[in-house]
């Protein structure tokens, strides 16, 4: 199991905002079972669960950061908005979604569950990209804090390490 992400940043294309904080992408980093990943996400203080899948149209949320473990199946994932990052994701992958940033199911398979959730059990909300209300969304994300712990090694790093620098 790795604990080194791959990090994405995607720039405000005047609908989604993203963020100068990465999107982290764990490849295989937690056993691909529901209940164990939310015992383990509930553990490092990512709490407020819930398990479905992912919307299929383009959205973000201003309030919190939000993690997603693909408990079963895959499903090919927009990232930024229109312009964004098309990955495909697979049970066991862990995706730490900084507040801000889109995300959209563009395909998946039958199987698919994903177990989502926020740190400190944040509560969250869901925007759809309104450019009416962007100056409102950009500044609920700036006041969201940074977690303590990240969702996969339980620790500050790599999360704090990688989002940090990026808050300034």
């Given at each position: 199991?790795?604990?080194?992400?791959?990090?994405?940043?995607?720039?405000?294309?005047?609908?989604?905002?993203?963020?100068?904080?990465?999107?982290?992408?764990?490849?295989?980093?937690?056993?691909?079972?529901?209940?164990?990943?939310?015992?383990?996400?509930?553990?490092?203080?990512?709490?407020?669960?819930?398990?479905?899948?992912?919307?299929?149209?383009?959205?973000?949320?201003?309030?919190?950061?939000?993690?997603?473990?693909?408990?079963?199946?895959?499903?090919?994932?927009?990232?930024?908005?229109?312009?964004?990052?098309?990955?495909?994701?697979?049970?066991?992958?862990?995706?730490?979604?900084?507040?801000?940033?889109?995300?959209?199911?563009?395909?998946q398979s039958s199987d698919l569950l994903v177990v989502g959730a926020?740190?400190?059990?944040?509560?969250?909300?869901?925007?759809?990209?309104?450019?009416?209300?962007?100056?409102?969304?950009?500044?609920?994300?700036?006041?969201?804090?940074?977690?303590?712990?990240?969702p996969v090694s339980g620790g500050e790093a790599p999360l704090r390490?990688?989002?940090?620098?990026?808050?300034?």
């Amino acid at each position: 199991m790795t604990t080194e992400p791959a990090t994405f940043v995607f720039d405000d294309d005047g609908r989604i905002p993203n963020s100068r904080l990465p999107l982290l992408l764990y490849r295989r980093a937690l056993v691909a079972d529901a209940a164990a990943m939310e015992r383990v996400l509930f553990q490092r203080g990512w709490s407020n669960s819930w398990r479905d899948g992912i919307f299929d149209y383009h959205h973000f949320h201003s309030i919190a950061h939000e993690v997603l473990g693909i408990a079963a199946g895959r499903a090919t994932v927009a990232f930024g908005g229109q312009a964004g990052r098309v990955l495909t994701v697979e049970a066991g992958d862990v995706v730490v979604i900084p507040a801000g940033v889109g995300h959209c199911n563009r395909g998946q398979s039958s199987d698919l569950l994903v177990v989502g959730a926020y740190p400190g059990g944040a509560g969250y909300d869901i925007c759809r990209g309104d450019p009416a209300d962007h100056a409102r969304a950009l500044a609920a994300i700036r006041r969201v804090a940074l977690p303590e712990r990240d969702p996969v090694s339980g620790g500050e790093a790599p999360l704090r390490r990688l989002w940090s620098p990026a808050q300034g």
